[in-house]
């Protein structure tokens, strides 16, 4: 039997060695620490003490020439003989005395009139002032003997250190004595001190330059000194803050050739320079190493002997643990036979009998428990297999439970018993299938009610399954015990004959389309009908017996086809285009056949055709549903009111909502109403007003307007020509009195006229009264800050009427509560320009104004002009506005909107559904860097890094509510036949939805922090 890796000799044997090994890391980390400690301390010691010797030394050898100098200074203060002749003479002795490390003696004097006095006989040249050389102001600025940085000696050319003292006569200086030593003779010196091995010495001065280095860069020149802190970028740093300290500890540093040394430092007092030697830390820590590596051994000797010692023991103990194991496993495995051996008397001979006991009563319980799930089951079964559907369950894992009905072999075509759920449907589409997976999983892990009927909706409700047309409908099975969904029963139902079904309705609907259509647009279907058979009959001969070339006949023919195909297609004749179409391409594939052809050929290609019997089967139908005598009429409607409802019900119980908007307009045209219905009320308002006024008119005559059209779609506009009716009155008619005295007649007169053509409508209101004073227009215009004086000026008489329709601006000086706001003809031509007219005005002095209106004939259907793009790109804009303005992401690149057979989605995703007569979803997704960012920019409070998981999903959801709230006002003609349902997120690695029967639109974009896209998904074709 396997053993489990995990298994309590395992855990047993870890457990030793655990607590055996943790006690020898304690004992050795804490015995190597301490040793660590004082090898460590003793080789510091060791090599502190070595530096200090070889300092005192150097020390010494310094003091030693200090003192032979201030020697020669006492000797010549106390014989207080200053003369040339005897200094010379005593310098000569001295120099003499003295071994080759003093390069001279001299002195130089404070009367700069004599000349300098040296033991070697050098004579200075004539310019030659002592007084300015370094080695005499130092010893004067110090008053005692000091040390001078190297310098080049001009009578040897070599580089030497001078010591020099003052000499006084009482408190009078007489002079410095100084000597020279050659820099090389240190060196030597302290190139002797060095410590074994590949260490080096070096020497500073008190002011940290570099008297002595084996680094040539580093060594003093004649030209300057190296200081210790200017090399190497300031690495050096820490050692001139040792010195300063006075500390001198051990320091460890990357040298000049970038190899890691410690610097052991000492103090020269006589000159109160320094001493250091740089020993490679390979060699300083090579004692620690080999402490390091004997502990090492021994804890590896300690846990092999342990090892030998603890697996026999080990083993002696857990043997009957092993025992009871094996039987207990085997039990577990439905060996129901299996008894433990063991017969111990300790624990675990107690847990063997028990285990024994135990065993015997369950192999009976399992024995009746078998005889009544086999009954139970075999009645279940009866009962699922008789259903006609496919039931069958999984878990979390998707593998198919034993239990399914006998329905799903016949519409999987297998046994489908351990197999996993989502290889079944999906066998080879490796992203649907974890799509899949990831919406199952959340349904069955997701707590709100809400979000799993979202994540229902994205599962496929329908498949094509071994030929078949299957429907999927998901129910959640949950666990009594724990309230927990822990598995999914799936029903399966072969609908290929409801599809069928549906197919027919298809069938159906199409043909009321075609009906309304026919009946909504009589005259043009007449038309086309007529043209065509006139085509077919005739026109299409005259053009193969015409003497044009070859190829124009034939590109002729084929637009006449193409615009026929056009115009039937919009009728929704499906059957006449389809032809046509196939018409078209049958003319495109042989056109190189048709240059081989003689002119008879041609005419027998076409003869073949039998074009003019392709309307015979649509005519058939809408002969069947109109009757004979509305196709026997010519550019006549004959269609009682009857039949029309008729229709109308049809197609409001047949269609769906969104076909009903889109027809239902069209069979309103039937009901369409005169226009000058919109122009009622205006006769007695206008007489209401006048009476008011206290004016005198004639009663206002609506001419025209009989042509019946949508007035619902003129109704804004007519309703603000009361303000030109209203200032026709006020403004433009004169009192009885004033019209008398102007030679009129005492009433005036107000008309209104409508007129229609195929350009449109024309609605044109006038009257009689003292027309509008231009020039008194343009002053109230410059007073009100519209036009400057000069623009004014040079306005023609037809511009500066058009001012009456700016806001604000009236030729009233008071307002009344009829006018003088300025702000009723502006309303006038906002309208007007909603509605995409225009208007003329015409006003003389005395004789009155005319009002021309000219307005587009409108159609009812207002979704015409909409589509996918027009859909998406507004959606689009709003977003990439939306996340640079509020998120602070800039747009990098986008791709073009294309329509794809999949959605690929990114880490987060939020879905909003469309619904109404569009019936679609919004899909955002974002990557996660992009989800991060917007997180940090939405919320306002401080959040901490590493959460922003917790937060992007409501995040998201969020920002598609704002995108979908400022892109409505884009659809102002829609935007009260949909809805947006409040959106759900999913979140998943990056997988892919596909859709059947629906058409995805996807939009890829790059920000500046991550990656995001936005789709469309259009299960319904978008018809307008």
């Known amino acids: 039997m396997k053993r489990r890796s995990h298994s309590i000799r395992n855990k047993f044997i870890v457990m030793v060695f655990a607590i055996c090994l943790s006690c020898l890391l304690v004992v050795s980390v804490i015995s190597y620490g301490l040793s660590y400690n004082l090898v460590k301390a003793q080789t510091n010691q060791s090599a502190s003490e070595a530096v200090g010797k070889n300092a005192a030394q150097l020390n010494n050898w310094f003091m030693e020439q200090a003192q032979v100098v201030n020697s020669i200074a006492q000797d010549i203060e106390i014989n207080k003989d200053f003369s040339d002749q005897y200094l010379t003479n005593y310098l000569i002795e001295k120099f003499e005395r003295q071994n080759s490390k003093v390069l001279d003696y001299y002195i130089g004097f404070a009367d700069k009139k004599r000349t300098m006095v040296c033991a070697t006989g050098w004579i200075p040249p004539p310019d030659y002032d002592a007084t300015t050389r370094e080695w005499y102001i130092e010893a004067l600025k110090h008053n005692k003997l000091v040390f001078i940085t190297p310098y080049l000696d001009a009578d040897s050319h070599q580089m030497v250190i001078t010591l020099a003292e003052p000499i006084k006569d009482g408190n009078n200086v007489v002079g410095v004595i100084a000597a020279d030593i050659l820099l090389t003779d240190v060196m030597d010196l302290a190139h002797d001190a060095r410590i074994k091995g590949a260490s080096y010495t070096f020497l500073m001065d008190n002011d940290y330059n570099y008297m002595i280095h084996p680094q040539p860069g580093f060594q003093p020149t004649p030209e300057k000194s190296i200081n210790a802190a200017l090399v190497m970028q300031g690495r050096f740093l820490p050692l001139i803050e040792e010195i300063k300290k006075g500390q001198y500890n051990i320091v460890e540093l990357r040298d000049y050739d970038n190899t890691k040394r410690c610097f052991v430092l000492s103090n020269i007092k006589a000159a109160n320079w320094t001493f250091g030697i740089a020993i490679p830390r390979s060699e300083y820590i090579k004692p620690l190493n080999n402490l390091l590596f004997g502990f090492g051994a021994a804890l590896a000797i300690s846990l092999l002997m342990g090892i030998l010692i603890i697996l026999p023991v080990i083993r002696s103990l857990l043997k009957p643990v092993l025992q009871l194991n094996e039987a207990v496993s085997s039990f577990a495995e439905k060996d129901f036979t299996a008894r433990s051996l063991v017969s111990s008397r300790d624990e675990v001979g107690e847990l063997s009998e028990n285990f024994n006991r135990m065993a015997d009563i369950i192999e009976e319980y399992n024995q009746n428990l078998e005889r009544t799930v086999a009954q139970r089951t075999s009645s279940i079964r009866n009962l699922l297999n008789n259903a006609g559907q496919g039931f069958l369950s999984f878990g979390h894992e998707f593998y198919i439970d034993e239990e399914y009905s006998s329905e799903c072999n016949r519409i999987f075509g297998r046994e489908i018993a351990g197999q996993r759920f989502t290889d079944l449907i999906f066998p080879d589409d490796e992203e649907q299938k974890r799509f899949m997976e990831n919406a199952l999983l959340s349904i069955m892990q997701d707590d709100d009610e809400l979000r799993r009927e979202v994540y229902f909706s994205l599962l496929p409700q329908e498949l094509l399954l071994n030929g078949c047309n299957v429907s999927l409908d998901y129910k959640l099975i949950v666990n009594r015990q724990n309230e927990e969904i822990d598995r999914i029963m799936i029903i399966l139902t072969d609908i290929t004959e409801q599809r069928q079904l549906e197919l027919h309705m298809e069938g159906e609907r199409k043909l009321l389309k075609m009906v309304v259509k026919v009946v909504a647009y009589n005259n043009d279907f007449q038309e086309y009908c007529s043209d065509y058979r006139n085509f077919c009959s005739k026109t299409i001969w005259e053009l193969l017996d015409s003497s044009r070339p070859r190829e124009e006949i034939i590109a002729e023919i084929y637009r006449r086809i193409h615009t026929f195909k056009g115009g039937f297609a919009q009728l929704e004749m499906i059957n006449m285009a389809e032809k046509l179409h196939q018409c078209e391409s049958q ?179 006038s009257d009689d009264g003292r027309g509008i004073d231009v020039e008194h227009l343009k002053e109230r215009a410059v007073q009100k800050g519209i036009c400057d004086r000069e623009t004014a000026a040079g306005l023609s008489a037809q511009e500066a009427l058009q001012l009456v329709f700016v806001e604000n601006l009236t030729v009233n000086d008071e307002i009344t509560s009829i006018s003088g706001r300025g702000i009723g003809l502006a309303a006038v031509k906002e309208e007007l320009d909603k509605l995409g007219g225009s208007v003329e005005l015409f006003s003389q002095a005395g004789m009155g104004t005319v009002f021309t209106f000219h307005l587009p004939c409108l159609e009812s259907n207002k979704l015409h002009d909409i589509s996918v793009n027009d859909m998406i790109n507004p959606l689009l804009h709003t977003m990439q506005e939306f996340f640079s303005r509020e998120i602070g992401e800039n747009l990098l690149h986008s791709s073009e909107t294309e329509k794809q057979n999949r959605l690929q989605l990114y880490k987060t995703t939020a879905i909003s559904n469309i619904k109404g007569i569009i019936r679609s979803s919004l899909i955002l997704s974002v990557d996660e860097e992009l989800g991060k960012q917007l997180v940090h920019k939405m919320i306002l409070d401080e959040i901490e890094t590493g959460t922003e998981g917790h937060y992007v999903e409501d995040v998201l959801a969020e920002c598609v509510n704002i995108i979908l709230g400022n892109s409505i006002k884009h659809f102002p003609e829609i935007q009260e036949l949909i809805m947006f349902e409040a959106p759900v997120t999913l979140f998943s690695e990056r997988t892919a939805i596909k859709y059947m029967n629906a058409d995805i639109w996807t939009c890829d974009m790059l920000f500046t922090t991550g990656k995001a896209s936005l789709s469309l998904i259009v299960q319904e074709k978008l018809q307008w």
């Not at 056949?593 to 005519?619: I, P, V």
């Not at 409607?637 to 119980?653: F, G, M, P, R």
Request: net charge negative; aromatic share 8%; proline share 4%.
């Open 587 to 765: 003319i495109s594939a042989s056109q190189d056949e048709f240059s081989k052809m003689s002119g008879q050929q041609l005419k027998t290609f076409f003869a073949s055709l039998n074009m003019l019997e392709w309307m015979d089967e649509d005519l058939a139908m809408l002969r069947e549903i109109l009757g004979e005598q509305f196709l026997e009429q010519d550019n006549l409607l004959v269609i009682d009111e009857a039949q029309l409802l008729e229709i109308n019900q049809k197609v409001v119980s047949t269609l769906s909502p969104w076909e009903c908007k889109l027809l239902l307009p069209d069979l309103n045209r039937l009901m369409f109403k005169p226009m000058r219905e919109l122009f009622k009320p205006y006769p007695e308002t206008v007489a209401r007003l006048a009476e008011r006024l206290n004016k005198s008119i004639l009663p206002v005559n609506i001419a025209g307007g009989e042509v019946p059209v949508d007035t619902e779609q003129y109704r804004d506009f007519c309703k603000t020509l009361i303000h030109v009716f209203r200032n026709a009155v006020d403004h433009g008619l004169e009192s009885a009195e004033e019209r008398i005295a102007n030679g009129k007649e005492e009433y005036g007169t107000i008309s209104c006229e409508i007129l229609q053509d195929e350009s449109g409508i024309l609605i044109v209101i």
